[in-house]
């Protein structure tokens, strides 16, 4: 109905931001986490818009192949019905096309104010919206502008709404009643199934965050730490494989495959989540890193945890150039740079896990 659709579709668009909202909060928390330098156009940690949230979207899909549709063929062809008796059999057609829109943007500010609201912390408002939108639904629908909403809804057209008997059943095996049956059968099945999937969805990464960091980032993480020197192979291998020290030009030669190796993955989706790593490797805790010189908080999350990590493998297994050397070496000179090379925290994070776990996965890569 025309009067009631509006708060309907505000109300849907409302719940689904509400049935993603941990999802929602995840991607805002990693935006905030990514210096702007390293977002990429399309990138979860990118907040651009809510263009490009993939919630937003699936909301606004749903409104308009779905929600929208099926509000314009009542309209059109219940026009007395879905007006609440308040309309003519001769509707304009760009009157029905005018409603089906507002479907859509209904259900779009819904989402927008729940997700606003949530940025600012006002949970309970970003609740609240739910039941208010359905509350003007159902006050319309009983009561309606002149107490008699309800009348009007049982009516299945305006001659039965002028000569209102009291029988109401006769309602529901009228056209109307079995075209809005049908359209349950299709429009509430996939909303509860996305509402379901969504709240699931979230919990889970709830739990995964529990134990510190999301699946995503730990995938992302990987890559980076697998990939991260991946641009050295865009360096000649006169300067990769000089046995002496490299000139002043050869070293700045080798200081662009940090970004040879964006350039080499920033290109394909999966890997995405990987190019701060990659890029940022070589930047130090105090900004005299490379290849943009970024300090503390500047540098990704990602690279500040890599560097610490790679920087104790290298002191503890054997290189051509040095011997593997003790955990307690390795430990004191990663505190000895602390604050230079390292993030305070990260290395205080990676103090914290026990030597038996650094001794156990050694002993399985030295395995692998
Ligand atoms: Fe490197």
């Not at 699936?58 to 009542?74: D, E, N, Q, V, W």
């Not at 879905?82 to 943007?105: H, K, S, Y």
């Not at 309606?144 to 309800?150: L, S």
Request: hydrophobic content about 50%; overall charge neutral.
């Amino acid at each position: 109905m025309v009067q009631v659709d509006v708060f309907w579709s505000y109300g849907l668009g409302a719940s689904m931001a509400l049935a993603a909202g941990r999802q929602l909060k995840a991607r805002r928390e990693q935006a905030a986490a990514t210096p702007p330098a390293d977002r990429l156009p399309g990138d979860p940690a990118d907040p651009g818009s809510l263009w490009r949230n993939p919630f937003f979207l699936k909301t606004i899909l749903y409104a308009a192949l779905l929600f929208a549709p099926s509000g314009a063929y009542l309209l059109w062809n219940f026009p007395d019905w879905e007006t609440m008796q308040a309309g003519t059999r001769d509707l304009p057609a760009w009157l029905v096309v005018c409603f089906a829109i507002t479907n859509v943007t209904q259900a779009m500010l819904g989402f927008w104010v729940v997700e606003r609201l949530m940025v600012a912390g006002r949970r309970y408002a970003a609740l609240l919206q739910v039941p208010l939108a359905y509350l003007g639904m159902f006050f319309i629908l009983v009561h309606g502008w002149d107490g008699t909403g309800w009348r009007r809804f049982f009516s299945p057209d305006a001659a039965h709404y002028r000569a209102w008997d009291g029988d109401w059943a006769r309602w529901l095996t009228s056209d109307v009643a079995l075209t809005l049956a049908a359209m349950g059968v299709v429009l509430l099945p996939v909303l509860f199934a996305a509402l379901v999937r969504w709240q699931r969805e979230g919990y889970a990464l709830a739990t995964a965050r529990e134990y510190g960091v999301p699946d995503a980032d730990l995938t992302d993480l990987a890559h980076g730490v697998l990939l991260h020197d991946i641009g050295k192979i865009g360096i000649p291998d006169a300067i990769l494989l000089k046995p002496g020290p490299l000139t002043p030009d050869e070293w700045q030669i080798m200081r662009r495959h940090p970004e040879i190796g964006k350039l080499l993955i920033e290109k394909i989706p999966f890997l995405r989540g990987a190019v701060p790593i990659v890029y940022s490797h070589h930047e130090k805790w105090d900004g005299t890193g490379y290849p943009r010189g970024l300090r503390g908080e500047e540098i990704p999350l990602g690279a500040r945890i890599f560097m610490v990590v790679d920087a104790f493998d290298a002191i503890t297994f054997d290189r051509p150039y040095s011997k593997a050397k003790p955990f307690d070496v390795a430990k004191a000179e990663i505190k000895r740079c602390t604050s230079t090379h390292f993030d305070p925290d990260v290395v205080e994070a990676f103090f914290k896990v026990p030597e038996a776990l650094l001794a156990e996965i050694r002993r399985k890569s030295l395995e692998s």
